[in-house]
């Protein structure tokens, strides 16, 4: 709740306290007083959110601070069989076309390169430039020439769209800040039976990590159908696999989830 400077305590973005009088004109302006002090607050809070993602609705839960880029060493998630894991349920073969948003320093990049082999193709997004340019010294140390890398942005992932088999969202979409503009954006880079695969952990959004019911509800509201849940002990957390149904809808039209009541009816049957 926004706060006055200099008058600690006192709230200003709530609604106006009801007085004794009853009367018709008293009642109309308390009504116009909540309408102007929401709408007040409302941009508020829109102005410190990216421009281009205003039209789209508030993600109502905390945000994890973006982390160490390594989740833990690579010798540790080979060590587990990870990478393995997830593109196995993922179902990843050669030939195929996948990105993997927020790269990091490329773990999966380097293994789905691997496994698509050279008739398919890996896109390797992040937000963080510097990040970007060590995974980039890293694909030409290894001379992959299937793999591109694309700067992205908080609230889209910049894919050209229907282009992608698979995007992988692994250990990242807690730290999205626009969820609901950032999936928008994303599913029309999906080709005909494309899927969303997302690997994450069971805790709350501000300690990295997700509930699944939210993480559900988050999709259903852009129009996507929850296909496979799994949890597997090689991940640390669960597998959570989804593709676009119906019509995208329009950004005014999304609802948006609330972590502490999130969206029931979801999950696999």
């Known amino acids: 709740m926004w706060t006055e400077p200099g008058r600690s305590g006192r709230r200003l973005c709530q609604r106006p306290r009801k007085r004794l009088s009853r009367g018709p004109m008293m009642r109309f302006v308390i009504l ?72 990091g320093e490329g773990y999966y990049t380097i293994r789905l390169a691997e496994r698509v082999g050279s008739k398919g193709r890996v896109l390797a997004q992040d937000i963080d430039r510097s990040v970007l340019n060590r995974l980039g010294e890293r694909v030409q ?25 698979r995007v992988f969202l692994v250990h990242m979409y807690h730290e999205v800040t626009e969820p609901y503009a950032f999936l928008w954006r994303l599913r029309p880079a999906l080709r005909d039976h494309g899927q969303v695969i997302v690997v994450d952990v069971d805790r709350p ?20 159908r929850l296909v496979e849940f799994v949890r597997k002990p090689e991940l640390q957390g669960y597998y959570a696999q989804f593709e676009a149904t119906g019509t995208r809808p329009e950004p005014k039209d999304i609802q948006p989830c609330s972590e502490r009541a999130p969206s029931k009816g979801n999950a696999p049957e």
């Open 32 to 103: 116009a007083l909540t309408a102007l002090t929401l709408t007040a607050c409302q941009q508020a809070d829109d102005s410190e959110r990216p421009a281009t993602s205003r039209e789209f609705p508030r993600a109502y839960r905390p945000v994890s601070i973006q982390g160490e880029t390594a989740f833990s060493t690579e010798q540790q998630r080979d060590d587990r069989n990870e990478a393995t894991t997830v593109m196995d349920l993922a179902k990843i073969r050669p030939g195929m076309t996948v990105a993997d948003i927020g790269a």
């Open 141 to 165: 140390r290894e001379r992959l020439d299937n793999v591109s890398i694309k700067l992205g942005a908080e609230d889209d992932p910049g894919l050209p769209p229907n282009s992608f088999d």
């Open 205 to 224: 959004t501000d300690n990295h990590g997700i509930r699944p019911e939210l993480l559900f509800c988050e999709f259903k509201a852009v129009g996507f």
